[in-house]
């Protein structure tokens, strides 16, 4: 397959600490993004990092690119309740995106 | 209201019927997509257009399916004598074309087939 999988399926961490979510893929890709998803709603575009970018960052969010090994990560600080959702990185191919399974995260007040 | 709309947000259907659901993308984005979604899953890839073109379709739309943009604007997706197992979230998003633009997502119809 050649969608991004999330690790781990499920985190659970307490507010102010800090998140860190992992996505692997398999081929070759132009770019990567995350997207956020709060429970029943639509999916919400965090950031995207293109395949010669090796970090990027927007506010609490940092993501990590490396080619190499063919992953990513997504890392939120100072976490807070309201970041409770599921997150999913997406990996292009042809112009459109696949989406793995993503990351389930709550954030305990 | 400039995101992506989508209607209904909910149907609720019997085996056999018929459903059409639509999509109106950001006026300015040329691209636009249909997934889908299980609980607990990833969105699935359905199909996208560029403008009014139909450019690929997954192996996931079965000839029960059909999505048109007909005039390069909204979009809709209709599913044909549906079964239990279509009962999902369908997701519609646009992006302005190419690899560097994210998606600006809808907040989805959710189809319930009893």
């Known amino acids: 397959s050649q969608q991004g999988e999330e690790d781990p399926q499920a985190l659970s961490i307490q507010e102010g600490e800090n998140a860190t979510m992992n996505c692997s893929y398999k081929?070759?890709?132009?770019?990567l993004q995350w997207y956020r998803q709060n429970s029943g709603r639509g999916l919400v575009h965090l950031i995207l990092?293109?395949?010669?970018?090796r970090e990027k960052h927007s506010g609490r969010l940092r993501v990590t690119l490396d080619t190499s090994k063919k992953s990513s990560s997504l890392l939120i600080t100072a976490s807070r309740a309201a970041d409770t959702a599921s997150y999913f990185c997406?990996?292009?191919?042809?112009?459109?995106?696949?989406f793995g399974s993503g990351t389930k995260l709550n954030v305990k007040p | 209201d400039t995101g992506v709309s989508q209607d209904p947000r909910h149907k609720i259907t019997k085996r056999g019927q018929n459903v059409t659901f639509r999509c109106d993308p950001i006026?300015?984005?040329?691209?636009l997509y249909w997934y889908r979604q299980t609980l607990g899953q990833g969105p699935e890839f359905l199909t996208y257009?560029?403008?009014?073109?139909?450019?690929?379709k997954s192996r996931l739309l079965s000839d029960r399916f059909s999505a048109e943009r007909p005039k390069g604007s909204f979009s809709t997706l209709e599913i044909q004598r549906t079964e239990q197992g279509d009962s999902a979230m369908y997701l519609c998003?646009?992006?302005?074309?190419?690899?560097?633009?994210?998606?600006?997502f809808g907040s989805g119809t959710r189809l319930t087939v009893v």
């Open positions: 998003a646009s992006s302005l074309g190419g690899i560097l633009y994210g998606y600006t």
């Open positions: 081929t070759s890709i132009n770019n």
């Open positions: 990092i293109r395949s010669n970018e």
């Open positions: 997406a990996v292009d191919n042809f112009n459109k995106f696949y």
């Open positions: 006026s300015e984005h040329n691209r």
């Open positions: 257009f560029q403008n009014e073109a139909q450019l690929e």
